[in-house]
C-alpha cells in the first residue's frame, strides 16, 4: 500500500513539473517576444531622436539667415511643426497622442489622419 501510494505520488509530482515546464516555455516566450518589442522601439527611439536632431539644426540654419533677433528663439513656428509631424507619419510613426512615437507597420491610423484635419481646419480658420 506504501508503495502505492509513494508511486501515486511521484506521478503527481512529474505531472506538476510538466505544468511547470510548459508555464516556464510560456514565459520564456513572451519574454523573448518582449525584448524584440523593446529592441525596436529602442531602434525607433534612435531613429526619433537622429530626424529631431536634423530637424533642429536645418531649422537653426533657416532661422539664423531669415529671422530677426527676438524670433530666434523659436525654432519652429505652427506651419514648420505641422510639416514635420506629417513628415513624421509618412515616414511611418504615429503623430496621435494615442500611439505617439510608435512605428505604424504601414497602416493608416484614423486617430493621426483625424488630428491632420484639425490642424488643417485651424489654419484656414
Known sequence: MKDRNFLDNVMEFE??????????????????SM???????????HHLRTRLE???ASSEVIGNEEKPEHAK????D????YDNLARLYHEGY?????NFGSSRKGEECL???T????????QKG
Request: proline share 0%; glycine share 6%.
Open 15 to 32: 505531472q506538476q513539473l510538466d505544468l511547470m515546464q510548459k508555464q516556464f516555455e510560456v514565459l520564456k516566450n513572451s519574454v523573448a
Open 78 to 81: 505652427i506651419g514648420e511643426g
Open 35 to 45: 525584448m524584440e518589442e523593446h529592441q525596436a522601439l529602442q531602434m525607433d527611439n
Open 94 to 98: 504615429h503623430v496621435c497622442s494615442l
Open 73 to 76: 528663439k523659436d525654432a519652429f
Open 111 to 113: 486617430f493621426c489622419l
Open 54 to 56: 536634423k530637424v533642429m
Open 115 to 122: 488630428f491632420f484635419d484639425k490642424k488643417g481646419e485651424k
